[in-house]
């Protein structure tokens, strides 16, 4: 025998035991394959059966889905769409066209919408939900809160219905009507993301004057605004107004971005009785000058700058600054003879006899100071600048992490009647929480002049040492008498 013979004998039980090791690979890994997919084809098939079971888990689906049908026939027939016309200024301008929409308030024929989609038209064209059309004429407006009342023809019209719960609250369910980019009777759904939102018209809401927005991220586009938004039983919590975007970055548009704001329906309940049946707005008065606690405290003292001074933020008991009478919230003005600034504070309190000008923040008048002739030392006492945000000087004290400062009540005034004082800080007004001086005055500006508001104030103590809550009703008067 041959070694090439030999060699092939003694290969060819390996080479058979090699290929019958593929072959059994490859029909296991076939057999697993489709056993994967049998596998797969029964769980279609069963979860099929599942959502087709009218008592399985595919009936909440197919409630949801015919509640949301049910949302869009009651709310569509009172939303509206709005073309506006604006004729060229001479022969040579073109006449330029935008669109929004807007929803039927009552059966009189008033429909509300956005200002800003109606300003400056010399033609309204108002498309109905079946198609109609009706000319629009704008029957009142006010800017400030970018809300506006349109005329039309009142025969077949719906009225929406507004809501009358206790409020949104975030998370809840909302649904906004409209026509984004021209798509007319859209409606796309969402959660309320935040309450009391003010931008401050940096985003693209033109710098309304009274901003406190519910954000919604419920898609809306250009052409959006002024539809209503409702919640989940279709009723009226507000009305699309603006997309929120990002100012730093000049390359996006005015696309949604996943911010939406809307005014809410205690605004648009208080402005719009008022333009139908007076033609102009009265807002509520409180009678306070007002502050974010995010401002330096030299904001507080009307003080754009150029003046030193410096914040006692503590102080040493035992002290002879102390038995003279300073305290935490004292401003040092002067030692001696010299302006007193936070850089030269320890130098300035070296030691020795010597006169210090001090005034309280929360003083009738800082700028009155009392003097006190004492002994001085720099160890004696902590102090930082009158640049420090007032939230953190008011930190020691256990103040509210968010609320709207008063600087100044004015004399007179419904605050200063109701006892509201100089640096008590404001966190609620009839349960809706201020966070900024946009949001309180969207709040106040939202009631009628006579109504009687309640306030939930904290007010620290004379120290700053600590601080505690009190309630304060106020009777509000007219903004337009002062």
């Not at 256990?398 to 009540?409: E, L, N, S």
């Amino acid at each position: 025998m041959t070694p090439s013979r030999h060699a092939v004998r003694t290969l060819l039980p390996t080479l058979l035991l090699l290929a019958s090791a593929v072959v059994v690979v490859v029909v296991v890994y076939w057999g697993r394959r489709e056993m994967e997919f049998q596998r797969t084809r029964l769980s279609v098939n069963e979860a099929a059966s599942r959502l087709a079971d009218p008592m399985g888990p595919g009936s909440i689906l197919a409630r949801l889905s015919h509640a949301q049908r049910d949302l869009a026939a009651f709310v569509q027939p009172s939303v509206v769409h709005i073309e506006s016309i604006r004729r060229g200024r001479s022969d040579d301008d073109d006449a330029t066209f935008s669109t929004g929409s807007g929803w039927i308030w009552d059966d009189a024929g008033h429909v509300v919408t956005a200002w800003h989609v109606v300003r400056d038209a010399d033609t309204i064209d108002v498309q109905l939900h079946d198609g109609s059309r009706r000319r629009g004429e704008i029957a009142a407006f006010d800017p400030l809160t970018d809300i506006a009342v349109v005329n039309i023809e009142p025969i077949r019209t719906i009225a929406a219905t507004r809501s009358v719960a206790g409020g949104v609250q975030q998370g809840d369910l909302v649904f906004a009507f409209g026509s984004p980019l021209d798509f007319r009777f859209s409606v796309t759904g969402g959660v309320v993301s935040g309450l009391g939102r003010d931008v401050s018209g940096a985003t693209g809401t033109r710098g309304q004057a009274y901003e406190n927005f519910i954000q919604i991220d419920a898609p809306i586009n250009p052409g959006s605004s002024g539809g209503p938004v409702t919640d989940h039983l279709g009723h009226v919590i507000g009305m699309s107004t603006a997309i929120a975007s990002d100012p730093t970055n000049r390359h996006i548009d005015d696309r949604f971005t996943g911010v939406a704001l809307a005014i809410s329906l205690d605004m648009i309940n208080s402005i719009v009785p008022q333009l139908l049946d007076d033609g102009r707005i009265h807002r509520g008065y409180l009678g306070v000058a007002i502050l974010d606690t995010d401002q330096p405290a030299r904001s507080m003292l009307g003080m754009v700058g150029g003046l030193g001074g410096a914040i006692v933020t503590s102080i040493n008991p035992t002290s002879e600054l102390a038995k003279a009478g300073l305290q935490p919230g004292d401003i040092l003005w002067q030692v001696g003879d010299t302006h007193v600034t936070v850089d030269t504070l320890n130098d300035l309190l070296a030691g020795g006899n010597t006169a210090v000008h001090a005034s309280h923040i929360f003083g009738d008048d800082p700028f009155d100071p009392r003097v006190l002739n004492c002994s001085t030392s720099a160890a004696d006492i902590v102090a930082t600048s009158l640049d420090t945000p007032l939230y953190k000087l008011l930190e020691p004290s256990d103040a509210p992490a968010a609320g709207v400062f008063i600087t100044t009540p004015t004399p007179g005034g419904p605050a200063d009647k109701a006892g509201l004082l100089r640096g008590d800080v404001i966190v609620s007004i009839n349960g809706r929480s201020t966070r900024s001086v946009d949001q309180l005055r969207a709040i106040v500006s939202s009631c009628i002049p006579g109504t009687t508001i309640d306030a939930r104030v904290w007010r620290p103590d004379d120290a700053l040492t600590g601080g505690h809550f009190l309630n304060i009703s106020a009777t509000l008067i007219d903004r337009q008498s002062q």
